[in-house]
């Protein structure tokens, strides 16, 4: 078993940054996989951001080149920077954990958190 917890979201104004971590704790073995997703009220929940146990990376477009994953395998946490931050934005985020998911396209994580609250004002 494997547990999420998220921090870091809140309320931003438009162009603003915010960090968002995520603090894995269990069978940390079965998390070769993370990543981050988010859904807005009255919309399909979408992958923003995951990254493998080897580092390989998937941005979805509508954030590349101003979200940011990474991660620190030493202390099992993961990371999501977002600058340039748009209303568009505006979503619960959550953290997601599993085994190979984020290589296959049709697959999903194993493990989610509770989510964290993002909201950008214009």
């Known amino acids: 078993q494997v547990q999420l917890v998220e921090s870091g979201g809140g309320s931003v104004q438009a162009g603003g940054s915010l960090g968002l971590s995520c603090t894995a704790s269990g069978d940390t073995s079965s998390t070769y996989c993370m990543g981050w997703f988010r859904q807005a009220p009255g919309k399909e929940r979408e992958r923003v951001a995951s990254?493998?146990?080897?580092?390989?990376?998937y941005y979805a477009d509508s954030v590349k080149g101003r979200f940011t994953i990474s991660k620190d395998n030493a202390k099992n946490i993961l990371l999501l920077q977002m600058t340039s931050l748009k209303p568009e934005d505006t979503a619960m985020y959550y953290c997601?954990?599993?085994?190979?998911?984020?290589?296959?396209?049709?697959?999903?994580?194993?493990?989610w958190g509770q989510g964290t609250q993002v909201t950008v004002s214009s």
């Open positions: 997601a954990a599993g085994s190979r998911w984020c290589l296959l396209t049709n697959s999903q994580p194993s493990y």
């Open positions: 990254i493998s146990a080897r580092d390989y990376t």
